[in-house]
């Protein structure tokens, strides 16, 4: 069965420092890809970087890169220099080629200290 | 339109009596998604159209919910005799299956059944 899983429920960091957000995935497809929402307090989902399964690269959009580690099937977001704004839910998402719907992880809460 | 239109952005309604939710998606987009998200919950997928047809409707908690698109465009999930538990935020996102089928989400529209 397909399946994504984010362990931490919470996270408090710094400002300006560095964070990183856990995301491991199941799934028997040969081809799926991997994304990154964002969650503000005001609800709408905000879409912050993908990953394909056969991309060789790991996938950057400014202060956001995606750790992809296949043989461990882990997706971990990774945001250099966070900001008061980057507090959020994060979730973790996957497609999969056998369906066409994207399941989402439970989500991780990140607040930034000033 | 520019982005996913939603409305009504936020609905209060009694136990017992119908609702319906809209979705404009982003032009162009050929898939649209309904997800619904209890508070402080994960996303749950309800059902998607490839065009008018819906070929996974898999998520639907029961028979009084239902939806439909006309036009390869705007779509609208009914909900039937609302009950307390129906109470969330009901997502649309529409993608144009590019990116691995990157979806794009609405701002949602708030639902409280009293």
């Known amino acids: 069965a397909q399946k994504i899983t984010q362990t931490q429920p919470g996270m408090f960091v710094q400002e300006k420092e560095a964070v990183t957000l856990d995301c491991t995935y199941d799934?028997?497809?040969?081809?799926?890809?991997l994304f990154w929402y964002k969650q503000p307090s005001s609800g709408e989902m905000i879409f912050l970087i993908y990953q394909g399964s056969y991309d060789q690269q790991n996938a950057t959009e400014g202060r956001y890169s995606l750790n992809f580690q296949k043989a461990r099937k882990s997706a971990n977001l990774v945001i250099s220099a966070s900001q008061l704004g980057d507090s959020a839910m994060y979730f973790c998402a996957m497609s999969y080629s056998s369906a066409s719907k994207i399941i989402f992880g439970s989500g991780t809460r990140l607040s930034i200290r000033p | 339109g520019a982005g996913v239109s939603q409305s009504p952005s936020n609905k209060v309604t009694e136990k017992g009596k119908d609702v319906e939710l809209r979705c404009d998606p982003i032009s162009g987009h050929t898939a649209l998604y309904w997800y619904r998200q209890s508070l402080g919950q994960g996303l749950e997928f309800l059902i998607y159209f490839q065009g008018n047809s819906a070929p996974d409707k898999s998520g639907l908690p029961s028979d009084r919910f239902s939806a439909e698109r006309t036009g390869g465009s705007v779509s609208t999930l009914t909900i039937q005799r609302t009950q307390q538990e129906d109470s969330a935020v009901y997502l649309c996102?529409?993608?144009?299956?590019?990116?691995?089928?990157?979806?794009?989400f609405g701002e949602g529209s708030w639902l409280t059944v009293v």
């Open positions: 799934t028997s497809d040969p081809s799926y890809g």
């Open positions: 996102a529409s993608s144009h299956r590019e990116r691995g089928n990157t979806i794009y």
